[in-house]
């Protein structure tokens, strides 16, 4: 929609944003910008949330450095975290017998590596990346198993998550797409990454339950976000936000598209929509 459309909404009383690409620089930086926009939605009342693809472990130190005030949205919206309790409220799991089909894919695809999810640890066949992309992409509390399948020990996992070369999304979501059918959800979230979440594990379905546990309705909430997987959550707030630098399937679904990230879009949004910056 046209940016002339919105103004100033002081409804918002919920304000989720992704990380990676929305907040969240390429060099894992939050600008001072973005920082004071949050701090001043605070102010005034808003509940401030992290909607990622990150587990509660690694997405901790994001949520205490913003100081956020509400439950986090995890795994996709498929675990809902209360930071002050460190009790979580929500939680989806995968099947075990399709996490087993999905990595064996390496098998056939050995250029796709399969990473499993499970209760805040990550299980992975080899170590095809040095120590900092895992840990500052997917977390330090990851393992080497040969045998992904048995080191589940037929536990449910959270998800399985691929980590691709990005010519190759299209050609992975459609192999996972025809593999998984309607059991479970596909979606890229990041250049680099595809993900199978359990059905229900979306962000828009989790920003729904917070909202529905808060006792707020969608046109309270705001949402940020950048890529597919944000999507769903950006068509179902009142206010929904694609950042710049996003994906089409973002921008197909949002009310209004911000500036990208290294303009601040993240903080531009937050001033025009909850702070009243008029010129924003």
């Given at each position: 929609?046209?940016?002339?459309?919105?103004?100033?909404?002081?409804?918002?009383?919920?304000?989720?944003?992704?990380?990676?690409?929305?907040?969240?620089?390429?060099?894992?930086?939050?600008?001072?910008?973005?920082?004071?926009?949050?701090?001043?939605?605070?102010?005034?009342?808003?509940?401030?949330?992290?909607?990622?693809?990150?587990?509660?472990?690694?997405?901790?130190?994001?949520?205490?450095?913003?100081?956020?005030?509400?439950?986090?949205?995890?795994?996709?919206?498929?675990?809902?975290y209360d930071t002050t309790t460190r009790h979580t409220l929500r939680h989806l799991r995968l099947?075990?017998?399709?996490?087993?089909?999905?990595?064996?894919?390496?098998?056939?695809?050995?250029?796709?590596?399969?990473?499993?999810?499970?209760?805040?640890?990550?299980?992975?066949?080899?170590?095809?990346?040095?120590?900092?992309?895992?840990?500052?992409?997917?977390?330090?509390?990851?393992?080497?198993?040969?045998?992904?399948?048995?080191?589940?020990?037929?536990?449910?996992?959270?998800?399985?998550?691929?980590?691709?070369?990005?010519?190759?999304?299209?050609?992975?979501?459609?192999?996972?797409?025809?593999l998984v059918g309607a059991r479970a959800s596909v979606v890229q979230s990041h250049a680099r990454?595809?993900?199978?979440?359990?059905?229900?594990?979306?962000?828009g379905a989790g920003l729904a339950w917070l909202a529905q546990y808060l006792g707020l309705t969608?046109?309270?909430?705001?949402?940020?976000?950048?890529?597919?997987?944000?999507?769903?959550?950006?068509?179902?707030?009142?206010?929904?936000?694609?950042?710049?630098?996003?994906?089409?399937?973002?921008?197909?679904?949002?009310?209004?598209?911000?500036?990208?990230?290294?303009?601040?879009?993240?903080?531009?949004?937050?001033?025009?929509?909850?702070?009243?910056?008029?010129?924003?």
């Amino acid at each position: 929609m046209e940016s002339s459309t919105f103004s100033a909404h002081p409804a918002i009383s919920l304000l989720a944003f992704d990380l990676d690409g929305t907040v969240l620089s390429e060099q894992f930086v939050i600008s001072p910008r973005v920082i004071a926009a949050i701090q001043a939605a605070k102010a005034r009342g808003v509940r401030v949330t992290i909607a990622t693809g990150r587990p509660p472990g690694v997405t901790l130190p994001y949520a205490e450095m913003i100081g956020v005030n509400a439950p986090i949205l995890c795994l996709q919206g498929g675990l809902v975290y209360d930071t002050t309790t460190r009790h979580t409220l929500r939680h989806l799991r995968l099947p075990h017998q399709l996490a087993c089909e999905l990595v064996e894919l390496e098998r056939a695809y050995p250029q796709w590596q399969a990473v499993a999810y499970l209760n805040g640890s990550m299980f992975i066949s080899s170590k095809r990346y040095d120590d900092a992309f895992y840990e500052s992409l997917l977390g330090k509390d990851y393992s080497l198993h040969t045998d992904v399948c048995g080191a589940l020990a037929g536990d449910d996992p959270d998800k399985v998550l691929f980590i691709i070369d990005p010519p190759d999304a299209a050609a992975i979501l459609e192999v996972l797409g025809r593999l998984v059918g309607a059991r479970a959800s596909v979606v890229q979230s990041h250049a680099r990454f595809v993900e199978v979440n359990p059905l229900g594990a979306t962000k828009g379905a989790g920003l729904a339950w917070l909202a529905q546990y808060l006792g707020l309705t969608r046109g309270h909430v705001m949402a940020i976000g950048d890529q597919d997987n944000d999507a769903s959550m950006i068509a179902w707030a009142g206010i929904g936000v694609a950042m710049g630098n996003g994906s089409p399937a973002a921008h197909a679904v949002a009310d209004w598209i911000a500036p990208p990230i290294h303009e601040d879009g993240a903080a531009v949004a937050i001033e025009r929509f909850i702070l009243g910056a008029q010129g924003a």
